[in-house]
T-cell receptor, first 115, second 114 residues
Framework: DAGITQSPRHKVTETGTPVTLRCHQT?????MYWYRQDPGHGLRLIHY???????DKGEVSDGYSVSRSKTEDFLLTLESATSSQTSVYFC??????????????FGPGTRLTVL | GENVEQHPSTLSVQEGDSAVIKCTYS??????FPWYKQELGKRPQLIID?????GEKKDQRIAVTLNKTAKHFSLHITETQPEDSAVYFC?????????????FGTGTRLTIIP
């Protein structure tokens, strides 16, 4: 597996509380992504980053914010968690080498439960 | 935006038989089509991909075909084995050689019957 870790791996929290998930990579890849996975929906892109301090929204970005202050870390924040944000969250990275295709490598996932 | 539909949602085949999973996409500008395999409790992993300038690609027992005119692509697994049991996801994106904003299908749960 590519050098990607996610923390925490499991979290249970209450509605209305802030939550931050961390993705850490040791591959020095340029692009980082946050997805959520829900039954019947597959994987849906929340936010992505194309460099330090450069981020953009995906298809399901409402209620989420991200930050990337250094190449290796990409943080996903739920400012005020809701039960609809109960999901498995995956981080992914890709190289950004313009000479070839760019496989996305996924982290191990974080299971978040909002009560 | 892009929309990807995947069928069937579940598929059971006898060991040794072939399995086919089909996806359609909506954005004619999409040019990159990967397939991911996800075993229970694990992360998705790329198993094969194809670009729009190629009609077919094979890797041992796995092949992917692409029909740009009809905007659909398919995964073919031959001589299926128990370890092929997993959830398979197709995806599509307009690739700028680095920034693959993937849109995924909803997944197919493949079960290989011994």
């Amino acid at each position: 597996d590519a050098g990607i870790t996610q923390s925490p791996r499991h979290k249970v929290t209450e509605t209305g509380t802030p939550v931050t998930l961390r993705c850490h990579q040791t591959e020095n890849h340029r692009y980082m992504y946050w997805y959520r996975q829900d039954p019947g929906h597959g994987l849906r892109l929340i936010h992505y980053s194309y460099g330090v301090k450069d981020t953009d929204k995906g298809e399901v970005s409402d209620g989420y914010s991200v930050s990337r202050s250094k190449t290796e870390d990409f943080l996903l924040t739920l400012e005020s968690a809701t039960s609809s944000q109960t999901s498995v969250y995956f981080c992914a990275i890709s190289d950004g080498d313009r000479s070839s295709y760019n496989e996305q490598f996924f982290g191990p996932g974080t299971r978040l439960t909002v009560l | 935006g892009e929309n990807v539909e995947q069928h069937p949602s579940t598929l059971s085949v006898q060991e040794g038989d072939s399995a086919v999973i089909k996806c359609t996409y909506s954005d004619s500008a999409s040019n990159y089509f990967p397939w991911y395999k996800q075993e229970l409790g694990k992360r998705p992993q790329l198993i094969i991909d194809i670009r729009s300038n190629v009609g077919e690609k094979k890797d041992q027992r796995i092949a992917v075909t692409l029909n740009k005119t009809a905007k659909h692509f398919s995964l073919h697994i031959t001589e299926t084995q128990p370890e092929d049991s997993a959830v398979y996801f197709c995806a599509a994106s307009w690739s700028n050689f680095g920034n693959e904003k993937l849109t995924f299908g909803t997944g197919t749960r493949l079960t290989i019957i011994p």
